[in-house]
């Protein structure tokens, strides 16, 4: 059963960091694109990143580019978000998800998700 399991959110002031893990099982993970995505209160998911099946192209969204930066460790099947200078504006629920044919972070092009871990940033 192929499954997702997000890890790491938690409260953090400004400025601050955070490292999501996004860990697979029943699949492995490089033979898919891994999206990161996140949705806050009232607000609309939102594509943050995604690191490209095989060779391991990423990709930024505008808001995140600079601060985040996301990974992938085939020994350990998963995929990393490491989040630097967090800002109040990044506090949401983050969610990974895998999709085999995905080239974008259209949240329609991913299959599989994980049940997502909240980030809050916060003074």
């Known amino acids: 059963q192929l499954q997702l399991v997000e890890s790491g959110g938690g409260l953090v002031q400004p400025g601050e960091s955070l490292r999501l893990s996004c860990a697979a099982s029943?699949?492995?993970?490089?033979?898919?694109?891994i999206g990161w995505f996140r949705q806050a209160p009232g607000k609309e998911r939102e594509g943050v990143s995604y690191?490209?099946?095989?060779?391991?192209?990423?990709f930024y969204a505008d808001s995140v580019k600079g601060r985040f930066t996301i990974s992938r460790d085939n020994a350990k099947n998963t995929v990393y978000l490491q989040m630097n200078s967090l800002k109040p504006e990044d506090t949401a629920v983050y969610y990974c998800?895998?999709?085999?044919?995905?080239?974008?972070?259209?949240?329609?092009?991913?299959?599989?998700w994980g049940q997502g871990t909240q980030v809050t940033v916060s003074s």
């Open positions: 998800a895998a999709g085999f044919f995905a080239t974008t972070l259209r949240s329609t092009e991913y299959k599989y």
């Open positions: 690191i490209s099946k095989g060779v391991g192209s990423t």
């Open positions: 029943g699949f492995t993970l490089d033979r898919y694109a």
